[in-house]
């Protein structure tokens, strides 16, 4: 078991923290793991499809920095939805320096 | 996808014209003209009936990209299993399989095409081959590739080619049999094992075409099965090689070796998927640069822009859809939108109608690089089973897009648009041939 914290909410409002995110998992796959409202990850974690799109938390977003051109043009996909702060959760992985970090799914469609 | 419909999303039938009240009682999937042109077809079923029963076809058409939608996100209630392989061969598929059990080595049930728990453990395998960043890196060798193909179909003759057979069909051939560490030289030969194989879900083969499509695959999986065991003695730096050493980890953590039957299909499914597909989107973009007024000054005037070329890409694969529509079973009876699917009713998720649905693409049918929702379409399917080459077919049409405006200019339909023919199929939107005129571009 890991020791690292991460919390989400969903796209339902509602939301949960883990506290049990081992180092290198990415926020996706945490997303996944736990049935996170609105975290798909269609592409298996290959930033190409924009299924696990979140906004990072005020405060962390110097620590987790900027998508890089490839994760940018699947932003840019989905672009009615996407903001200063977004992120693919598959392309943020845990680690000591992000512990703790809060997250919110980017507002999913109902479908 | 993570995205939000402005729209408000009619569900209810709305009203048909005479014209299309006609069409929705006489029309069928299986009538080649329509197959050709079936916009029209696809309109009236997702206004007037959106999950509607094509009796000749024996399918549900699923029409509206909301239930599309729906019916994806839910493998277990919808199966790929079981749709899949109720529509390969349908009809005759015990004689197919026979056929590939006396003649082709076996008989390998596609892997990939399963539903979870078994699904997860297999994609898990086949995610890290095709990232987008992985792609990317691949970028440069892509480039030369295509340049190299496009250059050698100007220096046979300046003037004139058939963008299909000549350029589409070679180009994603060349590209995936280097991934995959196959021979090349072998387009032909992999261009007709590609029409067998994909010809197995299109449901217009007769009993005679069904039995040379056999023959096809069984030569494809005699020429796999070599392959294979050669690089399982002597692993190289390609797919090949990877998947016949791949292991799979089950739920509780255990690992365990792929069998070699899971191997071959998922060979044969990386090569024909790889090629087949991508293959259809790069012909219909020489479709519409030549047919669609402003298309080829559009794209000439994105090319150097990443950010434009891309969504130029993801515009062209919601408007001209390479797959048209894939399979589901319902496992148990089931009320879609207001539709009763029984238990069994196999369904076809029309991928091509979804993109058109005006409700979440207002104008469907105009080519606008600037929807903001550009990411909601469904060329590529969506939920656990969302083409896993994705990354992989954006660029190779990205690139193509790119080298031919590099190198051609003028380029011109040299048949009327009327004398084009598609693939008989209900599975894909294929140009057979496409012959044009153009000129070189000097650098």
Redesign the interface.
Known sequence: MGKLKVTMTD?NGDTRTFDDVEEGTSLMEVGKAHGVA?I?G????????????VYVAEGWWDKVGEPD???F??L??????MKDTSRLGCQIRMNPELDGIAVT??????? | MATQTTEPRPSQRLALSSEEQRLLAEGTLTDRGIQAHPRAFYRAMRHGDPIHYDEKLGSWLVTRHEDISAVQSDPLTFSVHHGYHEQQARGMHEEFRAYLKEHGGGYFPDAIMSDPPYHTRIRKLMENAFTAHRVKELEPRITEVVRALIGEVIARDGTRCDAVKDIAIPLTIRIIVEQLGLDQGMEDRISRWSVAVTAQIGRMQSREQMIENAKEICDLQHYLIAKMKQREAVPGEDMISDLVHAEVTNADGTREKLTFEEAVSLVRATLIAGNDTTATAIGNLFYVLTTKPGMAELLESVIDDDRRLNRFVEEHLRNEPPVRALSRMAVKETVVNGTTIPEGAHMLLVYASGNDDETVFPEPRKFDIDRPNLGRHVAFGGGPHRCIGLALARMEVKVAAREIVRQMKNIRLAIPEGEITYTPTVATHTIESLPITFERREA
């Open positions: 796209v609105g798909m269609d592409c298996g974690g290959g930033c190409a499809c924009a299924t696990c799109h051109d490839i994760e043009a699947m840019d996909m989905v672009a009615d939805v799914v980017a507002p999913a469609s109902t479908y």
